[in-house]
């Protein structure tokens, strides 16, 4: 009797591990077919509430805008394009793939008449697509441009490298530096480091330079990773500071936790280009695995993350959870950590699959787009989105790594008594 129950047992271990397996491809399409299924590539009139396929459909006297978040033109989207590319390469599966390619072709078709019609009109702050040719910061161009070099491997055309060679530009010579190369804004103040602007360069940076060959892209990739982390890293904490100012030659006040995900997340994207014998290669690896050991600490017994890091009296947020699941398992993937560091991005996963990720495929909990303020009351108080852009693509392109991770676990036996 004792054996039987023990093998009882082991079948039901075997059986929900399967069934957790095929669970997590499942809830990876949910969430990307809840995107597939709200997108429409259109626009719909401001005040008339008409959509229209196309820009030049649109009469001059009518304001439009998106028709829905899916089909906006910011670096979340950028974000968002390269998960959807990942998971259609994992999944073996065009249709999410293509919504990518749809995206960026969406975009080209359309932006020249939205140009045009604007060119002459005083005060215009926005207007759809304006981010593809004035190109301000480096939210305009980074993550997107980065989801644009990937798309052109499946779909070149000469006006999408135009672009990335204007994008490359605008990072490379037109963005404000210091005096040693670090990549700033000139707001809030005049020169602020901003933690997010990692991501915002680093990413099409590595990719730049695996597209054009030239180590100049990588060496600045590195440089920026570098930077950043010598002037935002709290080595007490062993957590990023959301900004630097350097009118004061001081830090914000708030470990945010998305922040803290760019950082980690541009870093990843670097490895994936950066060459085996770059010789600063050993030093990415060395800041990322203490990143990573930083974060772990402030891990709720739930696997999830919360909104300022170090204040568990801030809420659990998805965004920055999903950020630090995909970063790790891709790590321990990849052999640049210890395989030990695995049941973080696990449990990790595992609680963003319970509370975060609805039975429908949305994602509840993401902060809202986060600028830098000084008062920690402002991140405590950001609010907290279901489906916000901010948050799917790192969501996707977790699941991905989870699955892989989970792949390459060895099944251990079960003991028999």
Partial sequence: MKYLITICISLAVITANAQNKDNDTTVIRKVADYILAHTEFAFEGVYNGKTYTSAKDIPDTVRVKFKNQFAGWGYPNGVLNMAMLNLGACLKDEKYSNFAIQHIAFGFDNYKIFEERNRNVQNVRYYPFMQITKMRELDDCGAIGASIIEVSNKKKTTEYRDYIDR?????????DRLPDGTLVRKRPYQMTLWADDLYMSVPF??????????????????????????????DNKQLYYHCYYTDLQRNGVAHWGRCNG????????????????????KAIIANLDRQIVGVAKYQNPDGLWHQVLDRTDSYLESSCTAMFVYCIARAVNEGWIDKRYASIALTGWEGLKAQKITPEGQIKDI????????????????????????GLGPIIDAGIEVMRLKASIPKRPMPIY
């Fill in 167 to 175: 994008a490359a530009k605008h990072i490379t010579e037109v963005q």
């Fill in 205 to 234: 940076l590595a990719r730049m330079g695996k597209l054009s060959g030239e180590v100049k892209y990588y060496d600045d990739a590195v440089k920026q990773v570098l930077n950043f982390t010598r002037y935002l890293w709290n």
């Fill in 262 to 281: 760019w950082i980690m997340m541009a870093q990843v994207h670097l490895l994936n280009f950066l060459p085996a014998d770059h010789p600063q290669r």
């Fill in 367 to 390: 902060c809202a787009g986060t600028g830098i303020e000084n008062d920690m009351t402002f991140y405590y108080r950001r609010p907290a989105l279901v489906n916000d852009t901010h």
